[in-house]
């Protein structure tokens, strides 16, 4: 019997049915069980005892904690990002980390598309102005009102989540450029009709920005001012990855002085954010709380993933999707 853990305060009812729908999906041979983070370090380690896998959510494992936690092997992550995990310290330990970079592509796609029309067609605007009983007055006034029809949209990072917002920009008759520094299988691009592009080419060219990238030394402040300055000023920058990833003090000075015409962001370098932050407050601004990957079937996907791979390490098969730590 292979125990795994989620470890998780199941403050709502989505959590509640994550932890619901993970004992239902665990197979012949492994056992389920709850554990709130928030328990003090040593009831932590008590209940962590004879776990072999961990599923944090919301919640770390920081290596000191790891280390005392003998029967751990795998700290499975339900997303794509692992900026939360020491991966290199963990490794130390025996403690391998996998993340879950496939299961939220298509929500987190779909979540970019749904930023990019947010901010092109004025759409928060348009529904306070309703809300508002205004129906349309004033809002007419209202600047940048365009189609993406013709744009040319510029994705950073072609890995699961930049190739599902290719294929769902198929059909908007769009030119789609994109970057990454690994090199595709040959034709990969070709069949999703996206141009390889370098950075700075991209960034010029672009209507649209949109980055999928993951949080590391290489990436963290990827776009700053320089970015910015290279962009045309009516380029709308995207960004469902994470908030670390641009400077945000160069983003909004370069809103606020017209170099780039708007954002949508679901991501901000500190979450939750202040709410003086300007960004909240700028008409050509749509931000949204770091859910871009949180929809019911991501989560099913999520979690069967997870499952297979805690069926993998109790049959002592090689792992899925481990991640490698940063080297200097």
């Known amino acids: 019997m292979t125990t795994v853990a989620l470890l998780a305060n199941l403050t709502t009812s989505e959590h509640r049915g994550r932890w619901e729908l993970m004992q239902q999906l665990a197979p012949e041979g492994i056992e389920t069980r ?24 919301l919640a770390r494992v920081p290596v000191d904690l790891a280390q005392e936690c003998k029967d751990l092997k795998l700290v499975q992550l339900l997303t794509a990002g692992f900026d939360i995990v020491d991966v290199g310290g963990l490794q130390d330990v025996g403690v391998k980390v996998a993340n879950n970079g496939g299961s939220n592509a298509i929500s987190v796609s779909e979540h970019a598309m749904s930023l990019m029309l947010s901010v092109y067609r004025r759409l928060m605007d348009s529904w306070e ?48 450029l994109y970057h990454d520094i690994v090199e595709l299988m040959p034709g990969r691009d070709a069949e999703l009709g996206a141009v ?85 407050s700028m008409e050509n601004v749509v931000v949204t709380p770091h859910w871009a990957g949180g929809t019911s079937e991501g989560n099913e996907r999520a979690l069967r993933f997870a499952m297979s791979n805690f069926q993998r390490l109790a049959e002592g098969r090689k792992l899925l999707s481990i991640v490698k730590p940063e080297t200097d």
Do not use: Y
Request: proline share 6%; aromatic share 6%; hydrophobic share 40%.
């Open 34 to 57: 709850l554990i709130n983070p928030e328990l003090s370090r040593g009831e932590l380690i008590e209940a962590l005892q004879g776990v072999e896998a961990i599923i944090p959510w």
């Open 129 to 176: 102005n309703t809300r508002d009983g205004k129906w349309r007055s004033g809002i007419d006034q209202l600047p940048f009102r365009s189609e993406i029809n013709g744009k040319t949209v510029g994705i950073i990072g072609f890995g699961n989540i930049g190739r599902q917002v290719a294929r769902r920009l198929q059909g908007w008759d769009v030119e789609l």
């Open 196 to 280: 390889a592009t370098p950075l700075d080419d991209l960034l010029t060219r672009s209507d649209i920005v949109t980055a999928h990238v993951p949080l590391n030394r290489s990436t963290r402040g990827m776009f700053g001012a320089r970015e910015f300055g290279l962009m045309k000023k009516t380029t709308v920058f995207i960004n469902t990855c994470r908030g670390p990833v641009h400077n945000e003090a160069a983003l909004i000075e370069a809103l606020r002085n017209g170099e780039i015409a708007g954002a949508g962001l679901d991501v901000l370098e500190v979450e939750p954010t202040d709410p003086d932050n300007p960004l909240l």
